[in-house]
């Protein structure tokens, strides 16, 4: 009788383990799948398309928004980039700003040269005689087609400020009043390089100020900044769908302690690519970030038409780092255009509107898609008597047939389009 009763006990504790362990395993397997699939759907809507662990990781640990790549659908409504563009804050921190073009087919990017405002110089002096202010400066041709781009860019050779002491033993020294901040408006301007010989002319108080000042007036700066990291960060530019960034350095005052201080991790300063290596690592990082790289870069030497071998030794370098356009300012004189590995690279735009000389000088206008460039066109223009107008006719055709002089290899058109 109790041989039997513990047989009885026996088996149902079997029975019971069986139906525990079972149990258990059912509870550990759905416990399981519920885990797994609350770790892939993260995955999923971090990084919106199915691009692996890595790229989730990476964007937990960066402030890059994947974006949809090229032939892939739209990611909302607005595009490859709404999520961006649907995010103000995003937008702020990283430079990013909109716009839209005139046209649903193509955007188009204009850029000039030196500018200056310093009342105690010439350009200056003049418009301030004037009736009409920048109008009687620049022509109203020339004014049209700067406005007529979608984004403008020039050379702010010259600190915004009432502040600093001049260099000492500089010949030159540039510095604006704030007040003039508002000329670049009028001049159609969509952002401005800082990145220049001229930028620190009164120490890093008017530096600072002119910061502040660009922007409270919401004008994108490039290439200068309270630090290393604000002097090398990129503008953006979303328009029509596509992600543009503007990069600017330079390479100026070759000296390993130059007037114009360059920017360190917490001092300010400009972006300088004498060592060109921090800046071919800002156009890989924009290149990942972006559709599109414009590279805003002063070099070359003053007065002189060839480029210079830092120049021609930087260009390939700057186009391998992967820039899909070269623009080139300082020398005050016009340079030859040359194309490196499929990459236009317009050496000197010379000045545009910075003194009393009469110079050949110009504006040049890409036209980019979603595949890239389309056209370059050089639009010529001249400085005399401290007004810039556009060019017709012969005088235009003078300057077009200097340009094919010294830019052998590259056509350029009646019209001014590079081939």
């Known amino acids: 009788m109790k041989r039997?009763?513990?047989?009885?006990?026996?088996?149902?504790?079997?029975?019971?383990?069986?139906?525990?362990?079972?149990?258990g395993v059912v509870i550990a397997g759905v416990a399981g799948i519920l885990i797994y699939n609350a770790i892939v759907g993260k995955a999923d809507a971090v990084t919106l398309s199915p691009s692996g662990l890595s790229e989730a990781v990476s964007h937990m640990f960066s402030e890059k928004i994947p974006e949809a790549k090229a032939g892939e659908e739209a990611l909302t409504p607005s595009g490859r980039y709404?999520?961006?563009?649907?995010?103000?804050?995003?937008?702020a921190r990283n430079n990013i700003y909109t716009k839209e073009a005139a046209s649903a087919e193509e955007v188009t990017l204009s850029f000039g040269g030196?500018?200056?405002?310093?009342?105690?110089?010439?350009?200056?002096?003049?418009?301030?005689?004037?009736?009409?202010?920048?109008?009687?400066?620049?022509?109203?041709?020339?004014l049209d087609e700067m406005k007529s781009a979608d984004i403008l860019m020039l050379n702010n050779e010259f600190p915004y400020s009432d502040r600093g002491t001049p260099t000492p033993e500089k010949q030159f020294t540039f510095r604006a009043k704030p007040e003039s901040v508002s000329l670049l408006d009028d001049m159609g301007v969509d952002i401005v390089s800082l990145a220049n010989n001229h930028a620190y002319d009164y120490g890093e108080t008017a530096l600072l100020d002119s910061l502040d000042i660009l922007k409270e007036a919401g004008m994108p700066y490039v290439g200068a900044g309270r630090n290393l990291e604000e002097a090398a960060k990129p503008v953006y530019f979303i328009i029509n769908d596509?992600?543009?960034?503007?990069?600017?350095?330079?390479?100026?005052?070759?000296?390993?302690?130059?007037?114009?201080?360059?920017?360190?991790?917490?001092s300010a300063g400009v972006f300088r690519c004498w060592n060109p290596e921090g800046l071919l690592e800002a156009v890989k990082a924009a290149k990942e970030n972006s559709d599109f790289v414009v590279v805003y870069i002063h070099w070359g030497t003053e007065n002189t038409e060839e480029p210079d071998p830092a120049q021609l030794d930087q260009a390939p370098k700057?186009?391998?780092?992967?820039?899909?356009?070269?623009?080139?300012?300082h020398p005050h004189c016009l340079q030859p255009i040359q194309y490196v590995d499929g990459v236009p690279v317009v050496y000197s735009l010379g000045n545009f509107w910075f003194n009393s000389k009469q110079v050949d000088t110009c504006l040049v206008k890409a036209a980019i898609d979603a595949n890239g460039l389309k056209s370059l066109k050089f639009i010529p223009a001249l400085q005399k008597d401290c007004r810039t107008s556009l060019l017709e006719g012969e005088e235009k055709e003078r300057v077009l047939a200097y340009m094919r002089s010294i830019s052998p290899g590259v056509n350029i058109d009646e019209e001014g389009f590079i081939n």
């Open 242 to 266: 596509i992600k543009i960034a503007y990069l600017s350095a330079t390479q100026i005052e070759r000296l390993d302690n130059p007037d114009t201080k360059g920017a360190t991790d917490n």
């Open 82 to 91: 709404g999520e961006i563009l649907a995010d103000e804050e995003y937008m």
């Open 318 to 329: 700057i186009v391998e780092a992967g820039a899909d356009l070269i623009i080139g300012d």
């Open 114 to 142: 030196d500018i200056l405002f310093d009342p105690s110089y010439s350009v200056m002096v003049k418009l301030l005689q004037r009736t009409n202010g920048i109008y009687d400066s620049i022509s109203a041709e020339l």
């Open 4 to 23: 039997t009763r513990r047989r009885k006990i026996h088996f149902l504790n079997i029975v019971l383990t069986f139906w525990i362990t079972f149990a």
